[in-house]
């Protein structure tokens, strides 16, 4: 699968794409086919919008909630899935899980579940590419509870200082595990935080895929011209639960109902039907094709076999 | 074969190597301050001070070990680490299997640690078997300037994540370096005396403490054989059970603490290995569980010393004396 080309109906083919492959993968956990998982359902924009203004030379680095990601960079559903479900055709053999998936073909690398993890990372990728003078930028995402993290404060302090081209992309989704950002920031917005390092910021509305590309793109390219970070953040929702399963008990329904009504893919749908560049029947399509995509994905997964009892302690040291 | 000390020898382990491969760089706090000769040789990309932020020192050392280069960071002191945990452990150690084997770490962290400055519990902490407990991370601590150079140069050039400890005192000790390229090979032990009649098990200081204590035995007609175990990941496995097997009774001396370190695991080793040919129970020499005292002669009570490993060593050889071995164990812990 290749990267996104820049336009409004490819970006929400993909949006499409990793909802039906996250609501897939929860389904699969309801009917105990498949381990607990942390799904992005909600902030497929977020990950589209952004990944879709990187090139080949750039990297990721990601988290736990990286399927979107994963998937908006080009990943390859079926190997995703059979990652998930432990096979040995899994980008990373089986050994990672939904959690921690990295495929450096894709230029995805180093993800961690540790929340911040992949922020103490990605300033060791981009001071070998400002050392070896490579092309390219680093784009880290995270989201509020990473921001919550002091590792979050010293990524930036030390990004800063050592001029670093870190696209760091904070996706605001509002929970923090179980807890709402309400309860652990005095303000709503990580990109204010920015300023104190001297790293510009911004906060875009991260339900809107055209915003959100747009912004990305300014954010990128200023990354690419000073080689100097910079922080973009989503205004996004989480709209299932921590991780699957979670009956989200502990969430308002008139604040979910609220951010359902601004599901970023009706939102897109709704805007490329009313300019006249899509209609219905191309939507249905377009869901026909998705749909297509994960019934495979999941055919390939399923019979894939997982991996020998030899691999147990293989891949421990270099 | 030239005199220098062991400070020396990690300054010139850390020159040769940013010389022989422009992808080792070095940082950490004050690292551009504490060594200018190599700041004025390999510039300020390379050789750089960080603000004291322990975690992100490790975690970007580990995103530049997985992209190509082969970082130097310095740590200071051992009980810092705390603060590096998750990159060294959960990232450096744990990303390649994660990945199915997509990135290594080839990286050095290095910690000073180890009782004889009265710096007290939270400048040292010999927490070197927290690593060796961690899959992914390879473990060193040398006792001499050869072995510091050598295996330091050996660790940049290996491709996992080695913690390298520093036992603190050591730095001024004077040693034989051999000229030339040194390089001492991760995982292979020492042995520093040969002997027939009991095994001492060791590294970093108390390698000569026990080396001191052979002596003493030597006045005895006790022939003690003195290992040093330089690497506790890979642990030299074959050196430790050749020695337990020629002398049948395995003596082992640290620094740090007792539960779970490294004598518990080479007493393991030599027990489920070795039994048929033990002559007396596997006894270890430690630290006390108890932090590390700042009181010059509390200190000195915290770190092992020869005249303990001696008496050890002739309980261990004595016999029909009515004091069971297991009693004595139980003190010298």
Known sequence: MESIPNDGAAMLERMMLIRAYEEKLASLQAAGQAAGTCTSVGQEAAAVGVIGVLNGD??????????????????????????????STGYCKGKSGSLHISAKELGVLLTSTIVGGELS?????????????????????FGDGAACEGIFHESLNLASVWQLPILYVCENNQW?????????????????????????????????????????????????????????ETWTYRLRGHFEPDDQSYVEPQELAEWRRRDPI??????????????????ERMRARVDEAIASALAFAQASPFPAASELTTDVYA | ????????????????????DPNVIMFGEGVATKRPELLSAFG?????????????????????????????????????????????????????????????????????????????????????A??????????????????????????IRDDNPVLFFIDMPLGHLPGEVPDGEYLVE????????????????????????????????????????????RSLKPLDEQAILQSARKTGRVLIVHEAAGPCGVGAEVAALVAAQAFDALKAPVIRITGPDAPAPSSYPLEQAFIPQADTVVAAARRLLRRGTGESVPAVAERMR
């Open chain 1, 121 to 141: 990372l990605a300033t060791g990728v981009a001071l070998t590419k400002t050392l070896r003078g490579e092309a390219g930028i680093v784009a880290c995402f």
């Open chain 1, 176 to 232: 923090q595990a179980f807890v709402h950002r309400r309860e652990t920031m005095t303000g709503d917005h990580v990109s204010t935080w920015a300023g104190g390092y001297g790293i510009p910021s911004r906060t875009v509305d991260g339900n809107d895929v055209d915003q959100v590309h747009a912004a990305a793109l300014e954010a990128a390219n200023a990354v690419r011209s000073s080689g100097r970070p910079y922080l973009l």
């Open chain 1, 266 to 283: 009706a939102a897109q749908q709704a805007r490329l039907l009313e300019s006249g560049r899509l209609d219905a029947a191309a939507i």
């Open chain 1, 58 to 87: 750039d990297r990721v680095l990601t988290n736990h909630r990286s399927a979107g990601h994963l998937l908006a960079r080009g990943a390859d559903p079926g190997r995703l899935l059979a990652e998930v479900l432990g096979r």
């Open chain 2, 44 to 128: 300020a990309a390379r050789v750089r001070n960080t603000p004291l932020s322990e975690a992100i020192i490790a975690g970007t050392a580990a995103g530049a070990a997985a992209t190509g280069l082969r970082p130097v960071v310095d740590l200071l002191f051992a009980p810092f680490l705390t603060l590096a945990m998750d990159a060294i452990v959960n990232s450096a150690g744990k990303l390649r299997y994660v990945s199915g084997g997509q990135f290594s770490f080839p990286m050095v962290v290095m910690a000073m640690t180890g009782g004889g400055w009265t710096v007290g519990a939270q400048h040292n902490h010999n927490l070197e």
């Open chain 2, 186 to 229: 991760l995982g292979k032990a020492a042995i520093r005396r040969a002997g027939a009649d009991i095994t001492l098990i060791s590294y970093a200081k108390t390698v000569d403490t026990c080396l001191q204590a052979a002596e003493q035995l030597a006045g005895d007609d006790i022939d003690a054989e003195v290992i040093d175990l």
């Open chain 2, 130 to 155: 927290w690593f060796v407990h961690s899959p992914g991370l390879k473990v060193v601590m040398p006792s001499c300037a050869a072995d510091f150079k050598g295996l330091l140069k050996a660790a």
């Open chain 2, 1 to 20: 074969m030239a005199q220098i000390t062991v400070n020396e020898a990690i300054a010139e382990a850390l020159a040769e190597e940013m010389q022989r």
